[in-house]
């Protein structure tokens, strides 16, 4: 034959998803890294992860945050204050009057109720939404440089199937100058006109898919590029050009679905796959939106924070007043002073009240946050879940169908034209068919890869241990769920 079937290459099967950490993890392949000639999807995506800046700088904010809620929860520092006090006038004398002094004072201020368990308490629970962030980070690295991978891939497998049917068409070309070369044939000039010009699209069409090559290890490139970097200084930086020119493994992952047994029964009955309410429970377990449930109870622990507003601050001062003798020399007793300072909230309409209701709307808004997340979850799993159903449709169809009558349908016009009862014009046309066919059935593969690589993001936290607040964060949150 002179155009020979995609063989069906046994894969590695990989893991779907990512535990709480937040990384997706794959079965073993033949080789973990590979020799840096070749860049498997498996070694792409943990160097695309190990590599993120991102991820470093969030690990920052979350050491930054929890800093903060640290120094939120001390007391504030004393005052010291040091002063002459009632000093004549007349001279300035510091003996003349009796009620001239050297003053030493201190003071120290008490915040409000409990404001700095609850600023603390507050600062530590923001901060914790931090590691959630981070796993949903890595699931979305995961997917957006595999689905990149995925796509430098479908294109280099594309151009080595059109190059390996090149000389096909070259052969048919040599065949047709031939025949008609030798007047035995019904070979027209035209044939051999059609054959070059065949020749000459199967060039162009390497050309636009190199672009698209260049395009999308660009894209990958930059996730990439820094795994090249090295701190030993007599080892070659690879450039980003070189990058460009990097080659893929030749194996198609296989991914493995979560909740395979689920989803293969619900594709085998072409049925939905599971209920609104059943969907909204396994993503409620999703790093993003754990990172939300943080955020809201840290704005709901901001509204206890506010409340302590209506409480008074209490401070404490004393002093001690050195006098010097009278001017008979005779002793004067030092003065002692201790007392105590408040505040009264008493016009609280235009500041407590407003910081309360502020606390209470941007709980509000973050809880609006979380339903449209939930929503957004639940498009992309329904736009997934449709996709991947025509997918495995379409891939059935090629597979038993369309594919094995293409290829059966160029023999024949090969075989009618070399025992010159066909036309040559079909015998390209067939050919064209099944090198578009073979193409068209890589693509479908490719996406189908795709489509399960987004389904495993959605159900990212369902290895996750389910999460629960802990009761010395629920002390801090009295109001109930509004």
């Not at 590979?34 to 792409?44: E, T, V």
């Not at 096909?168 to 065949?175: G, I, K, Y």
């Not at 930086?237 to 030749?250: A, C, D, G, N, R």
Request: net charge neutral; no cysteine; charged share 20%.
């Amino acid at each position: 034959m002179f155009i020979s079937k995609i063989s069906q290459v046994n894969l590695v099967t990989i893991a779907s998803v990512i535990s709480l950490a937040g990384i997706f993890t794959f079965s073993p392949i033949s080789h973990a890294f590979n020799n840096g000639k070749y860049w498997s999807f498996n070694h792409s995506i943990i160097t695309a992860q190990k590599n993120d800046p991102w991820l470093t700088g969030n690990k920052h904010q979350q050491q930054a945050i929890e800093s903060m809620s640290k120094a939120a929860s001390s007391m504030p520092d004393p005052k010291m204050s040091i002063g002459l006090a009632n000093l004549p006038t007349d001279g300035f004398d510091f003996s003349q009057e009796g009620m001239s002094q050297f003053k030493v004072g201190i003071t120290q201020m008490f915040p409000r109720g409990d404001t700095l368990a609850i600023k603390y308490q507050q600062l530590r629970i923001e901060s914790e939404a931090y590691p959630f962030q981070r796993a949903d980070r890595k699931a979305k690295v995961a997917v957006t440089v595999g689905s990149l991978w995925l796509d430098a891939f479908r294109v280099q497998q594309s151009i080595a199937l059109i190059e390996q049917n090149r000389s096909l068409f070259e052969q048919l070309a040599d065949v047709a100058q031939a025949s008609y070369s030798s007047t035995l044939g019904k070979t027209r000039q035209q044939d051999i006109v059609r054959a070059q010009l065949e020749l000459t699209q199967l060039d162009d069409r390497l050309d636009i898919l190199a672009q698209q090559e260049n395009a999308y290890l660009g894209m990958l490139a930059q996730w990439l590029s820094s795994a090249f970097l090295s701190n030993n200084q007599q080892q070659q930086i690879t450039t980003i050009s070189q990058l460009h020119m990097m080659k893929l493994t030749k194996q198609l992952p296989q991914l493995d679905l979560i909740h395979q047994g689920l989803i293969a029964s619900s594709l085998a009955n072409n049925q939905q796959w599971l209920s609104t309410a059943e969907l909204a429970k396994h993503f409620a377990k999703h790093p993003a939106v754990l990172a939300l449930d943080k955020k809201v109870l840290s704005t709901k622990t901001g509204i206890n924070l506010a409340e302590q507003e209506y409480k008074p601050e209490w401070g404490v001062n004393a002093s001690y007043g050195y006098r010097d003798d009278d001017p008979m020399g005779n002793s004067r007793s030092d003065l002692f002073s201790v007392g105590v300072t408040f505040d009264l909230p008493l016009f609280t309409e235009n500041r407590q009240d407003m910081s309360v209701k502020s606390a209470i709307s941007k709980t509000e808004a973050v809880k609006t946050d979380k339903i449209l997340l939930l929503r957004q979850l639940l498009g992309a799993f329904s736009s997934a879940q449709g996709r991947l159903l025509r997918l495995t449709d379409r891939k059935e169809l090629y597979q038993n169908k369309l594919l094995p009558q293409i290829h059966d349908q160029a023999e024949a016009s090969l075989t009618a034209y070399t025992n010159d009862d066909g036309d040559f014009s079909e015998v390209v046309r067939s050919r064209i068919a099944v090198l578009n066919a073979e193409i068209e059935q890589l693509k479908i593969s490719v996406e189908e890869q795709k489509i399960i690589l987004e389904l495993n993001y959605l159900f990212v936290g369902n290895l996750a241990t389910d999460t629960r607040f802990t009761n010395e964060q629920q002390t801090f949150v009295k109001r109930e769920e509004r």
